[in-house]
């Protein structure tokens, strides 16, 4: 009865800590939805107005939209700051090798957790953000794109990929990938609804393309760390219904060893008595 009690109090203290980090990962949840909703706008007109300007035929020839063989692909991971959010960075991790399969790959980790897999592994490290992912603001963010479209246009990397988790919504998260250069080629439009820019087409596009990058660079950091706000929210209600199940089978258990030790005393009581 003593070691049931024991275990009892041990999965109850657990449980508390479990519902702090609920609560916790909930609070940060809402904030970093609002961020995810925020941060698509931008790159998303970049997106637009670099697809108008591709389609003119002065950026036909243009750098950025250029595929070449790759024989060096650089893949920016973004994983989380801390575990305990269930299988968050393990998927990210394991969508990352699947990627880079047959590939000379260049890796550029996000976050304490990929930072630490990749050193841990010993990769080639194209170079490291801040330590913790939740440090990475947008100036970081569009600092890190400028490099990236600086190490492709020199030949230093052939293409860009980003796997991070998609937000999808507060249950559910999911792993994916984003090709970042080269461009991938735009929907051709009616020259009539084409817009009219003032100035060269390959000077517009490289004045925005490291913009564009760096935006969807922030814009992924911000459905990351989103995501494992979720997935640890997720992880810890799991974790509480857990430890409430097991204290309610101990709680049982406990029942049945004390209804037996008083069932044992009266049969002792009853015993002694028919003796004398």
């Not at 070449?68 to 991971?77: A, S």
């Amino acid at each position: 009865m003593n070691d049931i009690k024991a275990r009892m109090k041990s999965v109850q203290s657990t449980m508390q800590i479990t519902k702090a980090m609920e609560l916790v990962a909930t609070s940060k949840l809402r904030r970093a939805k609002e961020r995810v909703e925020n941060s698509r706008f931008f790159h998303e007109v970049l997106a637009e107005t670099i697809e108008a300007v591709r389609n003119t035929e002065e950026a036909g020839n243009s750098v950025w939209g250029t595929v070449r063989e790759e024989k060096k692909t650089l893949f920016i991971v973004m994983a989380g700051d801390r575990g305990l959010a269930g299988g968050y960075n393990a998927n990210i991790f394991r969508l990352a090798e699947k990627l880079a399969q047959d590939k000379n790959a260049l890796y550029f980790p996000i976050g304490k957790k990929a930072l630490d897999y990749y050193r841990h592994k010993g990769l080639p490290l194209y170079g490291e953000a801040p330590e913790y992912i939740a440090d990475l603001h947008v100036g970081d963010a569009l600092a890190i794109g400028k490099s990236i479209c600086e190490s492709f246009r020199s030949g230093e990397i052939d293409a860009a990929v980003i796997v991070y988790t998609n937000f999808a919504s507060m249950i559910s998260q999911v792993p994916t990938d984003k090709k970042l250069l080269p461009l991938s080629e735009p929907e051709r439009k009616e020259k009539r609804n084409a817009p009219f820019f003032e100035g060269d087409a390959e000077e517009i596009l490289d004045r925005i393309v490291p913009d564009y990058v760096g935006g969807v660079i922030y814009a992924a950091v911000c459905e990351a760390l989103a995501s494992e706000s979720g997935a640890r929210r997720s992880a810890m209600n799991a974790a509480n219904k857990n430890a409430g199940e097991m204290i309610d089978s101990l709680m049982l258990s406990y029942n049945r060893a004390r209804q037996s030790v008083i069932t044992q005393e009266i049969t002792e009581i009853v015993s002694g008595a028919e003796a004398l």
